[in-house]
């Protein structure tokens, strides 16, 4: 078989440390900086691809950390690209689904990385290589972690003063449960009508806790409530959503495609937070929004923290989609006070706002990149 001018010649994983602003507390864990998989995807046409593979935490959100998403791209998945035509993204995603099994967030950085490098190609942004965008930018709400109801409060106050974010997501679960709901209700009087306050839970609570907490919040005026029980707990979460006064959003319980069909058939949330890293990429995460968008589920542009390229990937797909009732949760690169690319991506007005660039639209700064990663 002759080889293609635009065959993959090569992948990189690399993987880099970042600090971040503040700790940021959630139920499973704290984070005391941000780790990203950044990988590179160079072809013979001289086009280089890149993508990000990232989670929380190491292995307390996900089934992949950062170590075994670098060994799993290096050992398994590297092997089936070489020498495949990179300008196909079907006959590549299809390659993988025949030999790999699970492995979204590394498959998410590879769909990315193909994305990324056909946009360069044609000169077209990756939004467009997905069909079209409708929009230029996405809302996107701020995550109150500090961990302190006071310190919470300020930070929110501050965003709203400089218009970067109205909507703020309360991470708890961690703590009593009395003491988690005195500190939402706290945060929710304090910003009244001028800002939505939703939670997450990050699966902490059982069913019993939940349906009363559920109750409390909603009565209080919180407008969302995230992954307040185990993804494990399925039936749990159709009882939930019959009786929660506030709407439930899947987030753990979506772990692939599959998953969001399966909450969808049994009616276990009408919110569901899209990401790319758990579907497997920008093309897979627009199959649950429209699995959603069949069932009349309502969509929210879900984040793993990522950095610059993860947060930009998912913008594309997510400017692509008709409605995101619930908004976007992408500013992953805010939460960090460095960054591994030339031109960081522009929050302005509440906004984030997604590049007509081909590609993704972002440069790998090289110098920043080699201080970054590790040896
Ligand atoms: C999660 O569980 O949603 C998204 C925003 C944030 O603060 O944490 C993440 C993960
Ligand atoms: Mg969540």
């Given at each position: 078989?002759?080889?293609?001018?635009?065959?993959?010649?090569?992948?990189?994983?690399?993987?880099?440390?970042?600090?971040?602003?503040?700790p940021h507390k959630l139920a499973m864990h704290t984070m005391?900086?941000?780790?990203?998989?950044?990988?590179?995807?160079?072809?013979?046409?001289?086009?280089?691809?890149?993508?990000?593979?990232?989670?929380i935490?190491?292995?307390?959100?996900?089934?992949?950390?950062?170590?075994?998403?670098?060994?799993?791209?290096?050992?398994?998945?590297?092997?089936?690209?070489?020498?495949?035509?990179?300008?196909?993204?079907?006959?590549?995603?299809?390659?993988?689904?025949?030999?790999?099994?699970?492995?979204?967030?590394?498959?998410?950085?590879?769909?990315?990385?193909?994305?990324?490098?056909?946009?360069?190609?044609?000169?077209?942004?990756?939004?467009?290589?997905?069909?079209?965008?409708?929009?230029?930018?996405?809302?996107?709400?701020w995550t109150l972690a500090s961990g302190?109801?006071?310190?919470d409060?300020?930070?929110?106050?501050?965003?709203?003063?400089?218009?970067?974010?109205?909507?703020f997501k309360l991470k708890i679960g961690a703590g009593?449960?009395?003491?988690d709901?005195?500190h939402v209700?706290?945060?929710?009087?304090?910003?009244?009508?001028?800002?939505?306050?939703r939670v997450d839970v990050n699966?902490a609570?059982?069913?019993?806790?939940?349906?009363?907490?559920?109750?409390?919040?909603?009565?209080?005026?919180?407008?969302?409530?995230e992954q307040?029980?185990?993804?494990?707990?399925?039936?749990?979460?159709?009882?939930?959503?019959?009786?929660?006064?506030?709407?439930?959003?899947?987030?753990?319980?979506?772990?692939?495609?599959?998953?969001?069909?399966?909450?969808?058939?049994?009616?276990?949330?009408?919110?569901?937070?899209?990401?790319?890293?758990?579907?497997?990429?920008?093309?897979?995460?627009?199959?649950?929004?429209?699995?959603?968008?069949?069932?009349?589920?309502?969509?929210?542009?879900?984040?793993?923290l990522?950095?610059?390229?993860?947060?930009?990937?998912?913008?594309?797909?997510?400017?692509?989609?008709?409605?995101?009732?619930?908004?976007?949760?992408?500013?992953?690169?805010?939460?960090?006070?460095?960054?591994?690319?030339?031109?960081?991506?522009?929050?302005?007005?509440?906004?984030?706002?997604?590049?007509?660039?081909?590609?993704?639209?972002?440069?790998?700064?090289?110098?920043?990149?080699?201080?970054?990663?590790?040896?």
């Amino acid at each position: 078989i002759e080889m293609s001018h635009t065959a993959i010649e090569s992948l990189e994983a690399i993987i880099v440390d970042l600090p971040t602003i503040r700790p940021h507390k959630l139920a499973m864990h704290t984070m005391q900086n941000q780790t990203l998989v950044i990988l590179r995807i160079r072809c013979a046409d001289g086009i280089e691809g890149i993508g990000e593979a990232t989670t929380i935490g190491g292995l307390s959100y996900g089934n992949e950390s950062p170590d075994s998403i670098k060994v799993n791209l290096d050992r398994h998945f590297a092997p089936l690209l070489v020498g495949q035509d990179a300008s196909n993204l079907n006959a590549c995603m299809q390659r993988i689904d025949r030999v790999v099994k699970g492995n979204t967030f590394a498959r998410s950085a590879v769909e990315t990385a193909l994305l990324d490098a056909q946009g360069k190609r044609l000169g077209l942004p990756v939004s467009e290589i997905l069909g079209g965008r409708v929009r230029d930018s996405l809302e996107v709400a701020w995550t109150l972690a500090s961990g302190d109801t006071s310190k919470d409060i300020a930070e929110a106050e501050h965003m709203l003063e400089v218009r970067r974010h109205r909507i703020f997501k309360l991470k708890i679960g961690a703590g009593e449960v009395n003491r988690d709901l005195a500190h939402v209700i706290a945060i929710k009087k304090a910003l009244g009508d001028r800002a939505s306050v939703r939670v997450d839970v990050n699966q902490a609570w059982d069913e019993g806790v939940a349906l009363r907490a559920c109750r409390v919040l909603g009565d209080n005026g919180i407008d969302l409530i995230e992954q307040p029980i185990s993804r494990n707990n399925r039936s749990g979460q159709v009882r939930l959503n019959l009786s929660s006064p506030a709407p439930i959003m899947a987030d753990e319980s979506i772990e692939c495609v599959e998953d969001a069909f399966n909450l969808a058939r049994d009616g276990a949330a009408p919110v569901f937070a899209l990401k790319i890293a758990k579907n497997g990429g920008p093309r897979a995460v627009l199959r649950t929004a429209s699995i959603a968008e069949a069932a009349g589920i309502g969509l929210y542009g879900g984040t793993m923290l990522e950095g610059s390229v993860g947060t930009l990937a998912s913008a594309h797909a997510f400017i692509t989609l008709n409605k995101l009732a619930w908004d976007t949760e992408l500013f992953g690169p805010l939460l960090l006070t460095e960054d591994i690319v030339t031109e960081p991506p522009v929050y302005r007005d509440f906004q984030l706002h997604v590049p007509r660039l081909p590609g993704i639209g972002l440069t790998l700064d090289e110098e920043r990149l080699a201080r970054f990663r590790r040896p």
